[in-house]
């Protein structure tokens, strides 16, 4: 069987994927607040028109309108029981228009966070969230995505739980974590940790790496972190266009077309094979990361110094692995004593 | 019983050093020992107010300065709060009855359209934490459900929350119907969540924009001081 996805993979030297999808949902109308999974069945032209800039910008593959698709999440807007038919029509629409494009284009099926804290700390079981993300996973994969592609995730046990659904799933997979805290993930996650998480798994995803986060350069310094893990396994990044400003009542990044060409290239030097945007990211800036990774030649790794001249500062010292593991300094307490 | 080195017995502490154990027994989110502190404190005299402050608020100031500078993540800062949890449901009682000090009062939700509530409810916990009285409205929550639990419990502060880029200017249209209603300045609202930043939270017309739990209980101390002192001057 041949998998658009796959075989872009193999024959490609960096596949552009796409931008945000809140943000321009957000310029085509869509209301703070509102499901925009409820869209792939209401407004299915505007979901074209979103599949439809990225592949027009250049992108290699694109990210249905899936995100928020678990039950877990889908149940805020009591859509809960819609799980199949708003997945399914998201996967269907980016397949049309994946199919009338003139390359090839692959199809990648957002699967996002539940929103829920997994036990032990918090009260989702490990069986509940495998059992959501299968939902989900059957309906992209019925409305005939080439991937499964889970996104912005930052529990480790969230991430384990997805990755067995798509197992039952029989699915290919990429996944990403964001690494959003003083370089790790909200959980605490480094790019050293992930790297080896991915490593445990049957089947391994296909790709991994990080997306939104804090910014260009902080994306950045975790896409050489991954690298610096020894991984063969194609690295992701899909970092956010800038910071998000508050302009005139809309939300507004701030990265430009050109810093986004930048942070392409840049990412590719560090390593990264599939390369994005996320929040903040529209068809401009896909189109500047296209045109960079299309004229520009590889090059060496570029060091913190020069990602900071480059794209700006960090938005933290460390990326919390390494001798400095804890990124502030010492535990200021606590023993490490057991119960008795 | 005995667990080599790591045994301590709670009740052959001297107050000092029990006190000491107990920040480090929060530090590592240990329930049972927190409760075990606590009634053993109880027993020796200390009024309920003292060791929800000495003892309790003191643990989890650390837990917050660690969180805050990116050493404790939220898995050991929600173990904490859990121990910390168990302490105070032993107090809360016996504080109602000796009629304590509060610290102050706090609403909390987070906004129409978002359904996370990991920001949130650290901000609760730490915020109960450091004595502050919390009332938490869930998520998912338009204008209308703010201003009925500020109607209802007329709190010192307005907490609200957000995930998404998708959700945050929800915060706008709420503070926006505080000041038609002319009620925006009978609080300090303070906001917070990953997707917003200083300038958002004045672009808003909030009070403050709270980075992360362990600022939001700073923030909250300070303005709250601050508003007592206007109104006993």
Redesign the interface.
């Known amino acids: 069987m041949t998998n658009t996805f796959i075989t872009l993979l193999e024959s490609k030297d960096a596949l552009l994927a796409d931008g945000a999808t809140?943000?321009n949902l957000?310029n085509m109308g869509?209301q703070?607040?509102?499901?925009?999974e409820l869209w792939n069945v209401d407004e299915p032209k505007k979901i074209e028109a979103l599949y439809q800039g990225s592949v027009d910008a250049g992108s290699d593959l694109f990210l249905t309108n899936t995100f928020g698709g678990t039950a877990?999440?889908l149940?805020?807007h009591d859509a809960q029981r819609r799980v199949r038919e708003l997945n399914m029509a998201g996967a269907e629409l980016g397949r049309n228009v994946a199919d009338r494009a003139e390359r090839k284009i692959a199809v990648a099926g957002s699967v996002g966070p539940t929103?829920e804290?997994m036990e032990p700390?918090?009260e989702l079981s490990h069986a509940l969230a495998v059992e959501m993300f299968h939902e989900q996973a059957e309906a992209l994969k019925e409305g005939g995505v080439d991937v499964l592609w889970l996104e912005t995730i930052?529990?480790p046990e969230e991430f384990r739980a997805a990755a067995e659904a798509f197992k039952l799933a029989d699915m290919p997979w990429c996944g990403t974590m964001s690494f959003?805290?003083?370089?790790?993930t909200?959980?605490?996650v480094t790019s050293a940790d992930m790297a080896k998480l991915v490593e445990d798994f049957d089947p391994a995803p296909l790709a991994y790496g990080a997306n939104c986060g804090t910014g260009a350069s902080d994306i950045l310094r975790t896409v050489l972190g991954f690298a610096a893990q020894g991984t063969t396994r194609p690295i992701i990044s899909k970092g956010n266009a800038g910071?998000?400003?508050?302009v005139d009542?809309?939300?507004h990044y701030d990265g430009t077309p050109e810093l986004m060409g930048e942070y392409a290239a840049m990412a590719r030097d560090c390593g990264a094979k599939i390369i994005g945007g996320c929040?903040g990211t529209m068809p401009e800036h896909l189109r500047a990361m296209r045109e960079a990774l299309d004229t520009r030649s590889r090059g060496d790794a570029p060091t913190l110094d020069q990602i900071v001249s480059v794209l700006g500062p960090f938005s933290?010292d460390?990326d919390?692995t390494g001798d400095d593991a804890?990124?502030?300094?010492?535990?200021?307490?606590?023993?490490?004593?057991?119960?008795? | 019983?005995?667990?080599d080195a790591?045994?301590?017995i709670l009740a052959e502490l001297n107050d000092e050093e029990l006190v000491q154990q107990m920040?480090?027994?929060?530090?590592?989110g240990?329930k049972?020992?927190i409760e075990e502190g606590v009634n053993i404190l109880l027993e020796r005299g200390w009024a309920p107010y003292k060791i929800l402050t000495e003892a309790l608020v003191g643990?989890m100031t650390?837990?917050g300065?660690?969180f805050?500078?990116?050493?404790?993540?939220?898995?050991?800062v929600?173990?904490a709060a859990n121990a910390m949890k168990g302490g105070m449901a032993i107090l809360k009682p016996l504080l109602a009855e000796t009629g304590a000090p509060r610290m102050g009062s706090m609403v909390i939700g987070t906004?129409?359209?978002?359904?996370?509530?990991?920001g949130k409810n650290l901000v609760s916990m730490m915020m109960e934490g450091a004595g502050f009285e919390v009332v938490d409205i869930g998520?998912?929550n338009p204008v209308e459900n703010y201003l009925e639990a500020l109607e209802e419990h007329k709190p010192d502060i307005l907490g609200m929350s957000a995930?998404?880029?998708?959700?945050?200017?929800?915060m706008?249209?709420v503070i926006d119907t505080m000041v038609e209603q002319g009620k925006r300045d009978d609080y300090i609202v303070l906001v917070g969540g990953?997707?917003?930043?200083e300038?958002?939270g004045k672009?808003?017309g909030a009070d403050g924009y709270c980075r992360d739990a362990a600022v939001a209980v700073e923030m909250a101390k300070d303005f709250v001081s601050r508003k007592h002192n206007q109104m006993s001057a």
């Open positions: 809140g943000t957000f869509l703070s607040g509102d499901a925009p877990a999440r149940k805020l929103g804290i700390v918090g930052s529990a959003d805290t003083a370089g790790r909200m959980m605490g910071i998000p400003k508050y009542g809309h939300i929040c933290s460390s919390g804890s990124a502030g300094g010492e535990r200021r307490r606590g023993r490490g004593r057991r119960r008795a | 019983m005995s667990d790591d045994d301590i920040f480090d027994d929060l530090y590592d240990l049972e020992e643990g650390i837990v300065a660690d805050r500078d990116g050493i404790l993540f939220v898995p050991e929600l173990l906004v129409k359209g978002d359904i996370h509530d990991i998520i998912n995930l998404l880029t998708t959700t945050m200017p929800y706008k249209v990953a997707p917003l930043n300038e958002f672009a808003i």
